[in-house]
Each structure stands twice: as structure tokens, then as C-alpha cells.
């Protein structure tokens, strides 16, 4: 599971950074261009992103009040780009230094909603690096309708063919 784990992490932060150089190449007005998605721009869907592992975050770091990064924030793509990626980074770093046990540990933690729920660790893992793909597949949409179209790809079977993580 840990070896599993361990290359969804580096993918997430692979996948992330391709894409985001991409967006931080356009002017700001693209950035932030009211387009017709679940979030409003380029730049919102960041920062949902951001938030998301965020919240995940401290929610495994078992943090009694959650604080959402885009309520306070004010800075540009460029820094909360920066941000999500030191956030990819310490989902690697925890990953890479906790034992396999840890990751099969159940844990408690309330949505948005306040419901109440408990998971083994892995799975919020695993919903975590998904829910950054469902975006990305949604960046990728946006920088379309702003006019891009040389995307590069960031499928997770790119990445490990670029790693050489195939198999005889």
C-alpha cells in the first residue's frame, strides 16, 4: 500500500506542476476569466485544490479548528501555485516517513457539513490524489476555453512511463 501511496504522491505533485506552469504562463485576466465550470476560473479551481488538501491535512493532523487558505488569501496564482505544491510536498514527506500501519489507521473527522466520519488513512489518501486528477481534467477543460490547446498531458500513465516504472 505504502509503495502505492508513495508514486500517487509524486504523480500528484508531477501532474500539478506541469499544469500549472501552463497557467501561470497566461495573464492574469485569463486566470481569473469567469468560465463556465464547477469553479469560476482557473485561478478558483487552484484554489479549491488548495484547499482541499488543506483541509485533508489537518484533518489527519487532527486540528480542532480547520482553516480554509483562500478565505484569508489575497496573493496571486503564482503563490497559491507555490502553496499547493508545498502542500503536495508534505503528503510525500508524511507518506514517505510513516509506517505501513499508520496508513491502515481509522480515523475520525467531520466534513463540511459537520456529519461525523471514520476512514482508514489510505483511503482519504486515495480520495485526495483522485480528487487533485477530477480538477485537473477540469484545468485542463478551462485552459481550453481561455485557448490553449497545447496541454501537456499529465495522465498517471505519462508520468510512469516517464519514471520507468513499467513492468516486464
Not at 54 to 68: A, D, H, T
Request: aromatic fraction near 12%; proline fraction near 2%.
Amino acid at each position: 500500500m505504502k509503495e502505492i501511496l508513495m508514486q500517487l504522491a509524486a504523480y500528484n505533485i508531477w501532474a500539478n506542476q506541469c499544469l500549472l506552469l501552463t497557467l501561470e504562463g497566461l495573464t492574469e485576466e485569463e486566470q481569473t476569466r469567469k468560465l463556465a465550470s464547477s469553479y469560476s476560473s482557473l485561478f478558483e479551481t487552484v484554489l479549491h485544490l488548495w484547499d482541499a488538501e488543506s483541509v485533508w491535512w489537518q484533518r489527519l493532523k487532527l486540528q480542532e479548528r480547520i482553516l480554509i487558505p483562500s478565505e484569508s488569501f489575497k496573493g496571486s496564482l503564482k503563490e497559491a501555485a507555490s502553496a499547493l505544491l508545498h502542500q503536495n510536498q508534505q503528503w510525500q514527506e508524511w507518506i514517505g516517513t510513516t509506517q505501513e500501519h499508520a496508513l491502515q489507521h481509522v480515523f475520525s473527522y467531520q466534513n463540511s457539513k459537520k456529519e461525523q466520519f471514520k476512514q482508514p488513512v489510505f483511503q482519504m489518501l486515495i480520495h485526495v490524489f483522485n480528487h487533485g486528477s477530477y480538477h485537473r481534467g477540469q484545468l485542463v477543460s478551462l485552459l481550453r476555453q481561455v485557448g490553449v490547446n497545447k496541454i501537456q498531458p499529465t495522465d498517471f500513465i505519462v508520468w510512469s512511463r516517464k519514471k520507468k516504472l513499467t513492468y516486464s
